[in-house]
């Protein structure tokens, strides 16, 4: 049974004082994990673009979503290092689709979207770091939104439409996210695996701000 988000927040705190670190250790290796999962997904895309691209979809798809699953039970682990493994459980995956998408756009498009994303990325962790109450209740909303807004996305497919006001929805979503997992992060006890499991909520984020922004750029560049 996947755990629900009340349980994981209950391993989470679970530690012991001896494992915490440092406030600036704990951040800067939410920070490292975060950017390691960027580097794994760019190399990926310059090598292997071709590979996935001639891949059988359904594979892909199918190999993306146990990996995923996989790689989620993981990341509840306790261990740092079942955490880190789990973590690349779930970048591989996520690279092998973006390597598939991001050769359909443009040069100017695909930097205008790395360069927003890391833009919004650092915003929204500064925004959550000073006025870390804005985001301590949100969970519940953005979960809300983020489901009405991919069924309203569903519906909008089939009816034939095909602008951005989606795409802009789920940057605004996934913004706030950003800002609410980072307040997360800050809550759990100091410790490595917490940083580990903490980087991926965010890498998961800015991931799909990535893939929103590159549509939404795209589009207008078309």
Do not use: C, H
């Not at 569903?154 to 800002?179: K, P, R, T």
């Amino acid at each position: 049974m996947i755990q629900s988000n009340a349980e994981r927040k209950r391993a989470r705190m679970q530690s012991a004082d001896f494992d915490k670190l440092s406030l600036r250790t704990y951040n800067l290796i939410i920070g490292a994990v975060i950017l390691y999962g960027f580097v794994v997904n760019a190399i990926m895309v310059a090598t292997l673009s071709d590979f996935f691209m001639n891949m059988d979809y359904r594979v892909l798809l199918i190999g993306y979503i146990i990996l995923v699953i996989i790689g989620s039970f993981m990341t509840n682990s306790k261990s740092p290092l079942v955490s880190f493994i789990g973590y690349n459980l779930v970048v591989v995956p996520i690279g092998a689709l973006v390597s598939v998408l991001v050769p359909q756009y443009d040069t100017t498009s695909i930097i205008a979207a790395i360069v927003a994303t890391g833009a919004v990325v650092f915003l929204m962790i500064a925004i959550s770091t000073i006025y870390p109450r804005v985001f301590s209740k949100m969970g519940t909303a953005l979960f809300l939104m983020l489901l009405l807004g991919l069924v309203a996305e569903v519906i909008a497919m089939f009816l034939g439409y095909g602008g951005d006001i989606f795409n802009w929805l789920f940057v605004l979503i996934f913004s706030l996210y950003i800002g609410y997992d980072w307040f997360r992060a800050q809550s759990y006890p100091r410790t490595l695996d917490n940083a580990v499991d903490s980087a991926l909520d965010i890498y998961v984020d800015a991931i799909n701000i990535f893939v929103r922004l590159l549509a939404i750029f795209g589009n207008n560049d078309d």
